[in-house]
């Protein structure tokens, strides 16, 4: 690994970041930012460690036209809502 980008990684880090290759030294700064809040390295982390989060499926009626959800009743729409949060 280079030196400025090393002496980089330990301005931002401190001196005991002291990664042996470029995989570890991205690592330990994406850990690093996510104990200090940064929340896109908390999702990189979670991603990586407990899987990606499974969007909800919304199931239609046989007669709905998933083409375009806009033009669904309101009523409808708040069904699905209700029916997504049970």
């Known amino acids: 690994m280079s030196d400025w980008l090393m002496a980089d990684l330990r301005k931002k880090y401190g ?3 002291k990664p042996n290759n470029m995989r570890e030294a991205m690592l330990m ?3 690093v930012d996510a104990s200090k809040g940064d929340n896109v390295a908390r999702v990189f982390v979670a991603e990586r460690t ?3 989060v499974p ?3 919304i199931n239609l009626n046989a007669n709905q036209n998933t083409d375009d959800l806009t033009k669904m009743p309101l009523a409808d729409i708040l069904a699905l809502a ?3 949060n049970t």
């Open 55 to 57: 969007q909800a499926q």
């Open 15 to 17: 001196p005991d970041h």
């Open 29 to 31: 700064s994406v850990y």
């Open 50 to 52: 407990e899987g990606k």
């Open 82 to 84: 209700q029916e997504l």
